[in-house]
C-alpha cells in the first residue's frame, strides 16, 4: 500500500505545477516543482501509488533526505553534500596549534563528580593565577552614527536592539582604533549572515578599495550578502573552517596586498584562538617572509606626486596607516570560554608560566560558564527557548550567551554546596579572565599592542568583552594589567 497523504485543511490547494504533498508540521503545502504529469515531487512521491513500486532510500551522504535506491550512484555525484575539491587557501589544520599527545589528558570526571577537596584545589590554583590581573576591565562602550536609523527604528523588537547596540560599539570602537578607512580587506570571522560586514560597509560610505572576506564554515541562511552593490567594496563568502584557512592564499589577498583588519562578533570559544593563529601567524608571517611591497611604495606607483601629498596631510582623517603592516589590528568580542579547547589554545606557553596545564586549563574553561550561571534558567525553560529558536528560523540571535546550558554536568544544584551563586559568579569571571590573558600575553609576543574592555552593558549581552590589538608601531590601545 501507498503511504498516506496527510489530509489538509478544507481550503487551500497546492500552488499550479508544485507538489501536492501537505506538509502537516509546516500547515501547508510542499512547494517543490513536480515533473510534467506528476503530482508529487521525487521527496514525496511514495505518496502517490502510481510511484509506489519504486523504492526511497536516506541518502547516504546526508540522512535529511532520500533517494531512489536505482538512481543511487547518478545522485551521489551530483548530491550537495557530496565532497568538494578544497580551494588552495585550504590547508589541513594549519592554523591548529601543535599537538602535543602527552599534554592531552586522559578521560576527565565532571566538575560536579568531584570531592570538595578537589575543587578548593581547583579554586585556590586559579585565585592564585590570577594575583595582579586587574579583574574589572574599562568600559569602552560606543556607538557610530552609522546605526543611528537603525537603533530608533520603532519596529525593533528587544532582540534586534541589542545586537544593534553591541554592532554599533563594535563599529565604535573599530573607529576609535582608526582601523575604519580606505585601502584595506576587512576579514570577518564567524561572519553568520555577515551582518558586522554589512555595518562597517555602510559607515565606510564611499570609501575607496575597500574589500570583505566573511569566513563560515556552515551554510547560513538570510545573509545579507547581496545588500551591497557599490562599485568600492568587493564581498567574498568563504565556507570554510578557520582551522584550516590560509589566508595568504586567498587571490584577492594575494594580489591585491591590502592590510588585513580581523572582526568579529561573538566568535565562539575556540574559534577566538584558530582566528588569532590565523591572523598574525600564518598570514603574518608569510607576508613578512615574501617581503611584501609596502603600501605607500603602491600608493606612489599609481599616483602623482601631489596626490600623495594629500594623502599625507589627510592621513589622520582618512585613516591611512603610516606603515604597511599585513594585520592593521584586531577587534573581536569574545564568547563562550567553556568551548575553549587545550590544543588549539594560543596562551599555552602562559598557563605553563604559571605552573598550569591540560587538565587545569580544561577545568577553568569548564568553569568559566559559571560567569552567566546567575541568569540560568531551568531545564525546562531551556528546553523552551531552545525549542522556540528552532522554530523561528528567521531569528536574528547569533549570540551565545545562554548561561551555558550546553554544559549538563556543571548544573549550579549539582555542586558540593560551597559556594554561593555570586561566588561562582566571580570564580567564572576569572577562568574568562586568565584564559583571555593568554591571548593579551600571545598577541604580545607576535609584535601588536592588545587590550580587553567591556564593549556593551551586560545587560545587553553578558559577552560584554571585546579583544582589540594593534601592531606596536601603530596608535597602541591601553592595554590591560
Same mark, same amino acid.
Given at each position: 500500500?501507498?503511504?498516506?497523504?496527510?489530509?489538509?485543511?478544507a481550503?487551500?490547494?497546492?500552488?499550479?505545477?508544485?507538489?501536492?504533498?501537505?506538509?502537516?508540521?509546516?500547515?501547508?503545502?510542499?512547494r517543490?516543482v513536480?515533473?510534467?504529469?506528476?503530482?508529487?515531487?521525487g521527496?514525496?512521491?511514495?505518496?502517490?501509488?502510481?510511484?509506489?513500486?519504486r523504492?526511497?532510500?536516506?541518502?547516504?551522504l546526508?540522512?535529511?533526505h532520500?533517494?531512489y535506491e536505482?538512481?543511487?550512484a547518478? +545522485?551521489?555525484?551530483?548530491?550537495?553534500?557530496?565532497?568538494?575539491?578544497?580551494?588552495?587557501?585550504?590547508?589541513?589544520?594549519?592554523?591548529?596549534?601543535?599537538?602535543d599527545?602527552?599534554?592531552?589528558?586522559?578521560?576527565?570526571?565532571?566538575?560536579?563528580?568531584?570531592?570538595?577537596?578537589?575543587?578548593e584545589?581547583?579554586?585556590?590554583k586559579?585565585r592564585?593565577?590570577?594575583?595582579?590581573?586587574?579583574?574589572?576591565?574599562?568600559d569602552h562602550?560606543?556607538?557610530?552614527?552609522?546605526l543611528?536609523d537603525?537603533?530608533n527604528d520603532?519596529? #525593533?523588537?528587544?532582540s534586534?536592539?541589542?545586537?544593534?547596540?553591541?554592532?554599533a560599539?563594535?563599529?565604535g570602537?573599530?573607529e576609535?582604533?582608526?582601523?575604519l578607512?580606505?585601502r584595506?580587506?576587512?576579514?570577518?570571522f564567524g561572519?553568520?549572515?555577515g551582518?558586522?560586514?554589512?555595518?562597517?560597509d555602510?559607515?565606510l560610505k564611499?570609501?575607496?578599495k575597500?574589500?570583505?572576506i566573511?569566513v563560515?564554515?556552515?551554510?547560513?541562511?538570510?545573509k545579507?550578502?547581496?545588500?551591497h552593490?557599490?562599485k568600492n567594496?568587493?564581498?567574498e563568502r568563504?565556507?570554510?573552517?578557520?582551522?584550516?584557512l590560509?589566508l595568504s592564499k586567498?587571490?584577492?589577498?594575494?594580489e591585491?596586498?591590502l592590510?588585513v583588519v580581523?572582526?568579529?562578533?561573538?566568535?565562539?570559544?575556540?574559534?577566538?584562538?584558530?582566528?588569532l593563529?590565523?591572523l598574525v601567524?600564518?598570514?603574518a608571517?608569510?607576508?613578512?617572509?615574501?617581503?611584501?611591497?609596502p603600501?605607500?611604495?603602491?600608493? *606612489? #606607483?599609481?599616483?602623482?606626486?601631489?596626490e600623495? #601629498?594629500?594623502?599625507?596631510?589627510?592621513?589622520?582623517e *582618512?585613516?591611512?596607516?603610516?606603515?604597511?603592516t599585513p594585520?592593521?589590528?584586531?577587534?573581536?568580542?569574545?564568547?563562550? +570560554? +567553556?568551548?575553549?579547547d587545550w590544543?588549539?589554545y594560543?596562551?599555552?606557553?602562559y598557563?605553563?608560566a604559571?605552573?598550569?596545564g591540560?587538565?587545569?586549563? +580544561?577545568?577553568?574553561?569548564?568553569?568559566?560558564?559559571?560567569a552567566?550561571?546567575?541568569?540560568?534558567?531551568?531545564?525546562l525553560?531551556?528546553?523552551?527557548?531552545?525549542?522556540k529558536?528552532?522554530?523561528?528560523?528567521?531569528d536574528?540571535?547569533?549570540?551565545?550567551?545562554?548561561?551555558?546550558?550546553?554544559i549538563?554536568?556543571?548544573?549550579t544544584?549539582?555542586?558540593?554546596?560551597?559556594?554561593?551563586?555570586?561566588?561562582k559568579k566571580?570564580?567564572?569571571?576569572?577562568?574568562?579572565?586568565l584564559?583571555?590573558?593568554?591571548?593579551?600575553?600571545?598577541?604580545?609576543?607576535k609584535g601588536?599592542s592588545?587590550?580587553?574592555?567591556?564593549y556593551?552593558?551586560?545587560?545587553v549581552?553578558?559577552e #560584554?568583552?571585546l579583544?582589540?590589538?594593534l601592531?606596536?608601531?601603530?596608535?597602541?590601545?591601553?592595554?590591560?594589567?
Amino acid at each position: 500500500m501507498a503511504a498516506s497523504v496527510p489530509m489538509p485543511p478544507a481550503t487551500g490547494f497546492p500552488a499550479e505545477g508544485r507538489c501536492s504533498y501537505y506538509v502537516e508540521k509546516k500547515k501547508r503545502f510542499c512547494r517543490m516543482v513536480v515533473a510534467a504529469g506528476k503530482r508529487f515531487c521525487g521527496e514525496h512521491a511514495g505518496a502517490a501509488e502510481e510511484e509506489d513500486t519504486r523504492k526511497r532510500i536516506l541518502c547516504p551522504l546526508d540522512p535529511k533526505h532520500t533517494v531512489y535506491e536505482d538512481q543511487l550512484a547518478k +545522485h551521489l555525484k551530483k548530491c550537495n553534500s557530496r565532497e568538494k575539491p578544497k580551494p588552495d587557501f585550504f590547508i589541513q589544520d594549519i592554523n591548529a596549534g601543535l599537538k602535543d599527545e602527552t599534554e592531552i589528558p586522559e578521560q576527565l570526571v565532571p566538575i560536579s563528580s568531584l570531592s570538595e577537596e578537589q575543587l578548593e584545589k581547583l579554586i585556590k590554583k586559579l585565585r592564585k593565577a590570577s594575583e595582579g590581573l586587574n579583574s574589572t576591565l574599562k568600559d569602552h562602550i560606543m556607538s557610530h552614527p552609522a546605526l543611528q536609523d537603525a537603533l530608533n527604528d520603532p519596529k #525593533n523588537g528587544d532582540s534586534a536592539t541589542k545586537h544593534l547596540k553591541q554592532q554599533a560599539s563594535i563599529l565604535g570602537n573599530i573607529e576609535k582604533l582608526k582601523l575604519l578607512g580606505p585601502r584595506r580587506c576587512f576579514v570577518e570571522f564567524g561572519a553568520g549572515k555577515g551582518k558586522l560586514s554589512h555595518w562597517v560597509d555602510i559607515a565606510l560610505k564611499d570609501a575607496e578599495k575597500v574589500h570583505f572576506i566573511l569566513v563560515e564554515k556552515v551554510t547560513t541562511r538570510f545573509k545579507v550578502d547581496g545588500k551591497h552593490r557599490k562599485k568600492n567594496s568587493v564581498f567574498e563568502r568563504l565556507q570554510i573552517d578557520i582551522q584550516h584557512l590560509c589566508l595568504s592564499k586567498i587571490p584577492l589577498l594575494r594580489e591585491r596586498k591590502l592590510p588585513v583588519v580581523g572582526i568579529g562578533k561573538h566568535l565562539c570559544g575556540v574559534a577566538t584562538d584558530l582566528a588569532l593563529r590565523c591572523l598574525v601567524e600564518t598570514y603574518a608571517a608569510s607576508c613578512e617572509e615574501r617581503n611584501e611591497e609596502p603600501l605607500a611604495k603602491r600608493i *606612489k #606607483n599609481d599616483k602623482t606626486e601631489k596626490e600623495i #601629498n594629500t594623502l599625507a596631510k589627510e592621513g589622520n582623517e *582618512k585613516n591611512v596607516p603610516e606603515k604597511w603592516t599585513p594585520v592593521a589590528g584586531i577587534v573581536i568580542a569574545l564568547c563562550c +570560554h +567553556h568551548r575553549c579547547d587545550w590544543r588549539h589554545y594560543v596562551g599555552k606557553e602562559y598557563f605553563r608560566a604559571l605552573g598550569l596545564g591540560a587538565v587545569e586549563f +580544561h577545568y577553568f574553561q569548564r568553569m568559566s560558564s559559571w560567569a552567566t550561571c546567575g541568569m540560568r534558567k531551568t531545564s525546562l525553560e531551556a528546553s523552551n527557548i531552545t525549542s522556540k529558536r528552532k522554530d523561528n528560523q528567521n531569528d536574528d540571535s547569533e549570540e551565545h550567551d545562554d548561561g551555558g546550558y550546553g554544559i549538563t554536568d556543571d548544573s549550579t544544584n549539582s555542586l558540593p554546596g560551597l559556594l554561593t551563586i555570586e561566588e561562582k559568579k566571580k570564580i567564572g569571571h576569572l577562568c574568562k579572565l586568565l584564559i583571555d590573558q593568554g591571548r593579551i600575553q600571545y598577541l604580545q609576543q607576535k609584535g601588536f599592542s592588545p587590550a580587553l574592555q567591556y564593549y556593551t552593558d551586560p545587560q545587553v549581552s553578558l559577552e #560584554n568583552v571585546l579583544l582589540t590589538a594593534l601592531p606596536n608601531h601603530s596608535s597602541s590601545p591601553e592595554t590591560t594589567a
